[in-house]
């Protein structure tokens, strides 16, 4: 199952400069997650200073 980012983005960049795939993107007021991209590493969610990355 892919990552999504929940509304608690902050918007720091942080998980898209973590992203191995480059499957994180700056979106409308918070980073998205292209799921069929995302490879489920959960790279994202350890650096995230919120948790907003949240596996679905």
């Given amino acids: 199952m892919a990552y999504k980012i929940s509304d ?3 918007s720091c960049g ?3 400069d973590q992203c191995p ?3 994180i993107s700056e979106g409308d007021g ?3 997650i292209d799921a ?3 490879i489920d590493c959960g790279s ?3 650096v995230c200073p919120v948790g907003a990355p949240q596996a679905e």
């Fill in 30 to 32: 918070k980073y998205v």
């Fill in 36 to 38: 069929d991209t995302c």
């Fill in 8 to 10: 608690d983005c902050i």
């Fill in 21 to 23: 795939v480059n499957a």
């Fill in 44 to 46: 994202c969610a350890g």
């Fill in 14 to 16: 942080a998980c898209a």
